[in-house]
């Protein structure tokens, strides 16, 4: 099955800063989500991105399918951005295969 | 779109006992997922509906559980002679026709002592 790896594990950063979390997947893929999993456990979809740049806010992300990754871009960050960030892929309608997850946390 | 609903969100239950979770998918949504989430893990697929039909079960799916969507909109899971290796988060899934998106609920967190 599709591979997904994410980097880093964990992220420490001082509120206001920026940082970019990494997807890498093994295999071609046409559904490609970034989630934010809260201190609840609720999974909160932030990008739908198979392909291409999209920004929403602070957060951007970009895919680049043909090179099996896609980056997550966090600027100013604050305190509320803390928690573990997901990728998950999937090909059509299949299952999606989770990475193990960027823990960040923000602190003031 | 109220989102994805699951009922109930904690459960408590001692080795043995059976237990049955429910999600209520985005109304118009025609695909249904089950997940799993251990401490510290990324979500395990379980198993994919097509509004009635199961059209995928991966092997964590064990023959204690089962799942259901008889009429094609809400599913339950059931576990039966639960294990205290079931302890985790259970997750569902929806999905719309226009894209592969997948949006969850805010998931059943099992306990089995």
């Known amino acids: 099955g599709i591979q997904v790896e994410q980097s880093p594990p964990d992220l420490i950063l001082q509120e206001g800063a920026n940082s970019t979390l990494r997807c890498n997947f093994s295999d071609s893929v046409n559904n490609l989500q970034w989630f934010h999993q809260n201190p609840w456990g609720q999974l909160i979809n932030l990008f739908y991105i198979p392909s291409g740049t999209k920004q929403n806010g602070r957060l951007s992300a970009t895919t680049v399918a043909t090179e099996r990754y896609s980056l997550l871009y966090i600027s100013s960050s604050q305190t509320t951005d803390s928690g573990v960030y997901f990728c998950a892929v999937a090909l059509n309608n299949n299952d999606m295969r989770f990475g193990a997850g960027t823990r960040l946390t923000v602190k003031p | 779109d109220t989102g994805v609903s699951q009922n109930p969100r904690h459960k408590i239950t001692k080795r043995g006992q059976n237990v049955t979770f429910r999600c209520d998918p985005i109304s118009e949504h025609n695909r249904l997922y089950w997940y799993r989430q251990t401490l510290g893990q990324g979500p395990e697929f379980l198993t994919y509906?097509?509004?009635?039909?199961?059209?995928?079960k991966s092997r964590l799916l064990s023959d204690r559980f089962s799942a259901e969507r008889p009429k094609g909109s809400f599913s339950t899971l059931e576990i039966q002679r639960t294990e205290q290796g079931d302890s985790a988060m259970y997750l569902c899934?929806?999905?719309?026709?226009?894209?592969?998106?997948?949006?969850f609920g805010p998931g059943t967190r099992l306990t089995v002592t």
């Open positions: 509906f097509q509004n009635e039909a199961q059209l995928e």
């Open positions: 899934a929806s999905g719309g026709a226009q894209t592969y998106e997948q949006y």
